[in-house]
Structure formats: structure tokens, C-alpha cells
């Protein structure tokens, strides 16, 4: 399907490790919920991150993508603050 091109197409910028819903939006053309669908229909090729950006919006990559040294360190920093959140 094309909007599932486009959005595959996105995630693969070497420009960028990992894209934002309203980043995927703009640069597509399609609506956030739209976007949103996408992502959530390929878990098997599409990778949310577990931390999410400064802005506090979750961040996605294509799964064939390498998981970087920072978001280890991002992830490691997440575990190890754990028993101090109030979940």
C-alpha cells in the first residue's frame, strides 16, 4: 500500500534514528492517527523506543536498525530509576 511506503520510507532517513508520529506526519502527509495505524498494523517491522524524546513523544525505528550505544544508556537509566517511580 502507498502510505505504508511512505511511512517505511520515513523511518529509513539516514537523517534520523528514530521519528516522531507528528515528524512521520509532516514529512508524509498523512494524519497522525493515520500514522498511528500504520505503525501499530507492523510490529514485526517497526520498533517503538522505550524512552521517548525530550518532549515526552514516543519515538519509532524500523526494527532492522541497530539499537545505539544512547539508547541503551537511555534504557539502562530507565531500569535503574525504576524503584523510585510511582507507577
Do not use: C
Request: no cysteine; glycine share 4%; charged share 35%.
Amino acid at each position: 500500500a502507498p502510505y505504508e511506503k511512505k511511512i517505511f520510507a520515513a523511518l529509513s532517513d539516514a537523517k534520523w534514528d528514530f521519528r516522531t508520529v507528528s515528524g512521520i506526519s509532516r514529512e508524509t502527509g498523512l494524519s497522525e492517527s493515520e500514522v498511528r495505524e500504520i505503525l501499530g498494523k507492523y510490529p514485526e517491522v517497526i520498533r517503538k523506543s522505550l524512552v521517548q524524546n525530550r518532549d515526552g513523544h514516543e519515538l519509532f525505528t524500523l526494527r532492522s536498525r541497530r539499537i545505539k550505544m544512547r539508547e541503551r544508556l537511555a534504557e539502562l537509566r530507565l531500569f535503574l530509576a525504576m524503584p523510585f517511580l510511582k507507577l
